[in-house]
């Protein structure tokens, strides 16, 4: 049956207050005597119905709505009718509670029938009478008193909403939604079935120690609110309540001692209610704070909004019990949480979708947003995945047309054999459990598990509308391994104006890198900035792909890529672009990525190279590797990684594309150098997987490649000439040992350390005392001011030991400008403790 109506007027003082207090704030049940209360929540609601308004209650119905009028032409609050009692004691014990809470003369209960209407958490609307009124055939704008419309009337709503319930969301005001970060454990009080339980209220004290106001977004929330609730504890979002009254500012405080004695009677009380806890909460972490998809559009909330619930570091910010959760952040708790629509629809609240965007800068930026957006379609997306499923058990039948005992398949078909060997294998366990149960048989050579999945994938392939042609014997031969792979074609097509690759001399440790990445086939060097890792790659590079005897090495065996935040497996591994076709439909392609694409041209070279000949080698170096989340960037291809796994290794392992689903093998004659700012991060944070399979060679910083480059001879010759004014590389020898002693302070700092000490290519290819200052102005002295996060007086104390006012304005905290005489004078501090027995000249 369809809901109706009830219009109810509250434009008397008397109807305001028993609206005011009995609607809207409510009435704590234990405040009423009656046994029997419709409600679980610890607030109902209850509007008595005038005496003189002489409604029939055999009019009203359980579900019906109850709009409230209160003036100026407009319905402003609405509640569904939960229960009717029929009691004038409790009339009377509701009109006592308005008589005591407000100033208006309410003491007479016979204004009020004994019909009582108890009603749903009330939810505020802008409904203009005269627009309902005429819909309702009632030939007026104000409403004096209640009235009851006639089913055939409330019909045009019903024709032209759809329902009450929708006119409701159609003018329901949107409400706030909060977010409340809390803790149960050791708090006997907020246990579940306790009266302060998660959900069932928010309260906190309303001023600190020191008498400063606290906690004022308590004060923000309206009746009909939703509050989400973060539980510290388990650091997950737990579920989702409704403000079911108005704030108490009287709070005498929980049940234990946690409150001061001058707290107590002067704290926040907001109750709650419809508390539901989610089946499948949310890990605050995992799913939302740390999950790297999310990192920009958090960041943009973050920049848009005060007061979050987490921090500039994606950490639940200190102190923050009680946020609001703004419509962005709501948005991406909907991507992980879809059932939270139903929580709003229940409170008559059509979120809004999220606003049109016609083009994504990046897959992680599409990702997200279309996450956001599925929740508002339909969110059974079984359709897909039973799409999905008849896709690939099409392909596999296609593949199993070929698949015999000794059989030759091509690279998909026996790629498509793999896939379903790998189904049973790692199910195997299970199928001979369900066999042994079900008491199945052997088929001829293959024993019930095997019989068991043979069966259920013809069946899988009647459901998927092929013919199934799945057999005893194909099965065997899957299992068995039993068939042949093709040779891959070969289509060397490199580009004609790739040069000749400049050869360059053996660097410093040429041979032991050579070494290492003959053995593991990948390296990291790491240290501070400036100490030449990617100068030292890129030689290093160039002098061993030279180092073959009957190769040509050509431009396109080395490749660089500098690694960033935002760089993807699809930037780097294999992508999609998206095209039109002139009959506007859209095509996807993949594109290889960088590696991809790189690694496809060494496979080649390795398989046009005769088998008694060393394939050419083939170096990428990533730059600044550990910017990039290399789990996400190299995604599968991490394990092909490994030397044995490679093409033709011991353990040859073949890899699946995510995207174009095409098998790929790294071949052995591809090499990756990568280098890494220990500055940005430390070795010990990257990831174990990368870890395990790269091996990682130090550079720190060499002050010996700086006395070799200008030729000033030993420490002894430079401290001479750093203490011999006028001298030939006076500066540049008082640089050097300013910057051995700094990198001597910064590693005896704890939060510094030798990760973060000052590299010598900084003081390379210098000309002048000009460059000189340039290079402290510009380079060194800004990085120290990185290092220590604009910490001036630790820049100060720590690292100058008191001096350095001729090279910062302590007081501004800025750099300062200045000249070589400048940076002369500054300098002698370093030079005067400088201690030459600490330095050898191997340094």
């Not at 419809?274 to 559009?297: A, G, S, V």
């Not at 150098?673 to 997987?689: E, F, P, Q």
Request: aromatic share 10%.
């Amino acid at each position: 049956m369809s809901s109706g109506i009830v219009l109810a007027s509250a434009t008397s003082p008397t109807e305001q207050a028993v609206f005011d207090e009995l609607v809207h704030r409510g009435v704590e049940q234990e405040e009423i005597s009656s046994p029997v209360l419709p409600m679980d929540d610890s607030m109902v609601h209850a509007w008595p119905v005038p005496e003189a308004d002489h409604v029939d209650p055999a009019s009203i119905n359980k579900g019906d709505f109850v709009l409230f009028y209160r003036g100026s032409n407009r319905y402003t609050w609405a509640a569904q009718i939960h229960r009717i009692d029929p009691s004038r004691e409790l009339t009377e014990q509701l009109m006592s509670q308005v008589a005591e809470r407000t100033s208006t003369d309410t003491e007479s209960s016979q204004e009020f029938s004994e019909t009582i209407l108890w009603l749903n958490i009330p939810v505020p609307i802008e409904l203009e009478s005269y627009r309902l009124h005429d819909l309702l055939n009632l030939d007026q704008e104000a409403l004096t008193r209640t009235i009851i419309p006639q089913p055939e009337a409330v019909q045009k709503v019903h024709d032209e909403y759809g329902s009450v319930e929708e006119m409701l969301q159609t003018t329901r005001e949107d409400p706030s939604v909060f977010i409340e970060l809390t803790s149960i454990e050791d708090k006997p009080y907020k246990q579940p079935g306790e009266k302060f339980a998660l959900g069932t209220a928010v309260f906190s004290r309303s001023e600190s120690k020191s008498g400063d106001k606290i906690y004022e977004t308590l004060r923000e929330p309206e009746v009909g609110d939703l509050v989400l609730h973060i539980l510290k504890d388990t650091r997950e979002l737990q579920g989702v309540s409704t403000v079911t009254s108005t704030l108490q500012t009287d709070f005498e405080g929980p049940p234990d001692d946690s409150w001061e004695p001058e707290a107590r009677g002067q704290g926040y009380f907001l109750p709650l209610g419809q508390f539901r806890e989610f089946d499948d909460p949310i890990d605050i972490d995992e799913d939302l704070l740390q999950n790297e998809d999310y990192r920009e559009r958090l960041q943009t909330v973050y920049d848009d909004h005060d007061g979050l619930v987490y921090d500039k570091n994606f950490e639940l910010a200190q102190g923050a019990y009680f946020t609001e959760c703004p419509l962005d952040l709501l948005y991406i708790c909907l991507a992980e949480l879809p059932e939270l629509l139903d929580d709003a629809k229940r409170h008559y609240w059509s979120i809004d979708q999220p606003p049109a965007v016609d083009q994504y800068d990046s897959v992680t930026e599409a990702v997200v947003d279309v996450r956001t957006r599925l929740p508002f379609a339909d969110r059974d997306r079984s359709w897909f995945l039973n799409i999905f499923a008849e896709s690939i058990i099409e392909a596999f039948t296609t593949s199993l047309s070929s698949v015999q005992p000794n059989a030759e398949l091509t690279e998909t078909e026996a790629t498509h054999c793999k896939l379903i060997e790998r189904v049973y294998t790692d199910r195997e366990e299970k199928f001979s459990r369900v066999a042994e149960r079900l008491t199945i048989g052997r088929t001829n050579h293959i024993g019930p598990a095997e019989t068991l999945f043979f069966v259920l994938f013809r069946e899988l392939q009647s459901r998927s509308g092929v013919s199934p042609n799945m057999s005893r014997v194909k099965i065997r031969t899957i299992l068995n391994e039993n068939y042949e792979i093709e040779a891959p074609t070969q289509t060397l097509s490199f580009d004609d104006e790739m040069g000749p690759l400049e050869a360059k001399d053996r660097p410093e440790r040429g041979e032991e890198i050579a070494r290492q990445l003959t053995d593991i086939g990948q390296m990291v060097f790491y240290g501070p900035p400036g100490t030449g890792k990617t100068y030292k790659a890129k030689q290093f590079a160039h002098w061993w792909i030279n180092d073959q005897d009957d190769v040509d090495p050509h431009n396109g065996q080395l490749e660089t890529v500098t690694f960033h935040p935002s760089f993807t497996y699809e930037d780097f591994i294999e992508g999609l672009s998206v095209d039109t076709n002139a009959d506007g439909t859209v095509v996807y392609d993949e594109e290889p990525g960088v590696f991809l694409e790189f690694a496809e041209r060494a496979r080649q070279e390795y398989y046009a190279t005769d088998d008694d000949d060393t394939p050419p080698r083939y170096v990428l170096i990533i730059d600044e590797i550990n910017r990039g989340n290399l789990a996400q960037i190299f995604g599968e291809m991490i394990t092909a990684l490994e030397a044995d796994k490679r093409l033709d290794g011991s353990n040859q392992t073949t890899v699946s594309l995510a995207h174009s689903g095409d098998r790929f093998l790294i071949p052995p004659n591809l090499f990756l150098i990568g280098t890494m700012n220990t500055a940005d991060r430390s070795i010990a944070l990257v990831d174990a997987a990368i870890r395990r399979r790269f091996r990682f060679l130090g550079f720190p910083p060499n002050l010996r490649l700086l006395r070799e480059e200008y030729g000033l001879g030993s420490w002894a010759d430079v401290l001479t000439n750093a203490s011999t004014p006028g001298a030939e590389d006076h500066l540049l020898c008082k640089s050097l040992i300013a910057i051995h002693e700094l990198n001597a302070r910064i590693r005896s700092e704890p939060d510094l350390g030798r990760g973060k000490q000052i590299g010598h290519s900084f003081l390379f290819e210098i000309a002048s005392d000009e460059e000189i200052v340039d290079t402290w102005r510009f380079e060194i002295l800004p990085l120290l001011e990185e290092y220590l996060f604009g910490q001036y007086d630790r820049i100060r104390e720590s690292l100058f030991t008191g001096d350095g006012e001729e090279l910062f304005d302590w007081d501004r905290q800025e750099i300062r400008s200045f000249n070589a005489e400048t940076l002369s004078t500054a300098l002698e501090t370093f030079v005067e403790s400088f201690d030459l027995a600490s330095v050898n000249d191997s340094d």
